[in-house]
């Protein structure tokens, strides 16, 4: 069973900084895309950032590009996102979310919601004006 722990979300002024971390088990970890969405209060779920399997490719949403970066760990099994100049609409609950295909199946890059078949408890990233 794959299981996803979210740590690093917090309350943090307009222009600050977090890093969210992502520890994941239960498979073989670098042989899956991973992924980062939110849920602001009120909205649907929305994609943030991916990963593939390598860390060779990265993949993001428009209103994060510049700020927001992805990055992994095959040795730890972890997964970050360093989100940087934050902005009050970027508070929302961030979900680690895991590939349901390892990378030799998936033909395109995980990047909708339904192409990952875990998913984290999340984190609350809360940012004050």
């Known amino acids: 069973q794959v299981q996803l722990v979210e740590s690093g979300g917090g309350l943090v002024q307009a222009g600050g900084s977090l890093r969210l971390s992502c520890a994941a088990s239960?498979?073989?970890?670098?042989?899956?895309?991973m992924g980062w969405f939110r849920r602001a209060p009120g909205k649907e779920r929305e994609f943030v950032a991916a990963?593939?399997?390598?860390?060779?490719?990265?993949y993001y949403v428009e209103f994060v590009k510049g700020r927001f970066t992805i990055s992994r760990d095959n040795v730890k099994n972890m997964v970050y996102l360093q989100m940087n100049s934050l902005k009050p609409q970027d508070t929302a609950v961030y979900y680690c979310?895991?590939?349901?295909?390892?990378?030799?199946?998936?033909?395109?890059?995980?990047?909708?919601?339904?192409?990952?078949?875990?998913w984290g408890q999340g984190t609350q990233v809360t940012v004050s004006s």
């Open positions: 990963i593939s399997w390598s860390g060779g490719s990265t």
């Open positions: 979310a895991a590939d349901a295909l390892p990378h030799y199946f998936r033909g395109n890059a995980a990047t909708r919601s339904t192409d990952f078949g875990f």
């Open positions: 239960g498979r073989t970890f670098s042989n899956y895309g």
